[in-house]
């Protein structure tokens, strides 16, 4: 881990990062910080989580905390980047190169499948947000611009007959994009099968059904 | 509402129950209490509501809450009976009556949908359980023998040929179960269509597929 991006003990001198491991109360690079933070968000909940349980958690003073990040609502809004970010950049990449609704839509549910299982943690905490603060309430914003995304792609399938129009192109955008979100609360990496057996098993369920 | 089920303020006598309607400090019936401390459960978390959160929210006093309850537990066991009694009646009458594992399946499915919306709120209470109390657990236990039954109905279909062999029998079962939770985080009775055309959409979606 790069020395210039460790979060040390407030106690401790900057130099002693490459030193000999200390006691329980260990330095950290802002990725692990991030992680840390992120467990105890998703494990009591971000409201029911303050300064002082990140603290006790991460085993360093608030202090040290606050020398890298400002705010509680800042470590939120970078853990929620990681997911956003790693959502749209699937989206993007598909609209930009898919050819029609229907396939456009396949590699979403398939690229959605692989962040979840990657980012699962950041999901995670974007799936539980309730939105009381601007950092929730503009992630939701970016996560209901995903949703509408696909929406608009089961319109455009509908319009063209390559997707039914005998079921409801208001709700199937919706369960579809459940179903996967499902992924955070069940999935356990190993044990339920591999990414790409999940993400057949998603995309094949949606548009061929399950009927042999 | 019948006045020997009634929650009254402490401070108001018994027969006071059928009265003019008291200023700010309503009585309750058994049904109404029960559902007042379901909407906080979910708008605060379980935990980190106490008996003063309801106490305030039902605007009556702790005695009067546990004239009627023994404790905040209770209640939470109260509410999560409901909404399993409601979805193990679908199974077991479904179990009993249908014909062939699809059958049975396509019908789990659309009655635990009619479940989810017509017992919303308990069923949201129950989906965001962590399991950190007996009563939690019993609960979780239960519905994990619901998720179990459907795992069988699914690898039955599979051995039958009745349903394709190329998806995973350990990822269907939860997807599609994934799929009908995620009625209670977007679905607006009114607004997203009705609840024929939801279920329909699911069994359609999951054994069908959505290609034209």
Redesign the interface.
Known sequence: MPTEQQFLPDDAPADDAAAAPRRGRPGYDRETLLSVCVEVFNRY?Y??TSMGTLSRHLGISKSAIYHHVESKEAILGQALDRALDALEAVFSEVLANGSGP?NKLEQILDGSVRVLVAQMPYVTLLLRLRGNSEVEEAALQRRRHLTHTVEDLVRQAQER????????G???P??????V???V???QPGR??TVD??A???V?????????
């Open positions: 909940g409201d029911a229907v007959g390559e997707l039914r129009t005998d079921i409801s208001k709700s199937a919706r369960l579809m994009l459940g179903m979100n499902s992924i609360d069940w999935y339920s099968g057996q999940l057949d098993t998603v094949t369920m949606v548009f061929a059904g399950l009927r042999a």
